[in-house]
C-alpha cells in the first residue's frame, strides 16, 4: 500500500507551507485537521499527520501505545520500511476523515491515553461532516 498518495501530499504540504508562512508574517501557526491517519495493523501504534517537509518528515500526533500519544516528528520514510509479522506492513487508514484540528485529537488522545480511545469519544461527542 502507498501510505502517501499525491492528493494527500499535496494536502501534507499546503500545511507545511501555511505553518511557514504564519511564522514568517509573525502570525499564529494554523492549527490543521489532520490529513492521514496510520496503524499498525498488529498492534497499537498509530499516527495522524498534518503536514510533511521535503525530507519526507511528517509532523502530527504519534501514539506508540505506550500511554502517552505526543506531537511531533516522525518519518515517512521509516514508516514504510518496518517489517510486522506475517509480512504485515504498516499502513494507511483508507477511511479516515480528520473531524476536528490536530489540537483537539492532542488533547483527547492525552486525556484518553490513546489516540483510538480518542478518536471514539469525539466520534460520540460530534456529527461527521
Known sequence: MILVTSEIRAQLV??????YDAQRQNRREPDPVPVVRFFNPVGSAT???T?????????????????CPELGS????????VRLPLGLRI???IAFE????LSVYAAAARAAGSIVLAEHRLGRSAPRR
Open 51 to 67: 503536514e510533511i517537509d521535503d525530507d519526507n518528515i511528517l509532523f502530527g500526533l504519534a501514539d506508540l501505545g505506550f500511554g
Open 47 to 49: 499516527w495522524l499527520a
Open 91 to 93: 499502513e494507511r487508514d
Open 74 to 81: 516522525f518519518s515517512l520514510d521509516e514508516l514504510e520500511t
Open 14 to 19: 499546503a500545511n507545511c507551507e501555511a505553518r
Open 98 to 101: 480528520g473531524r476536528f484540528p
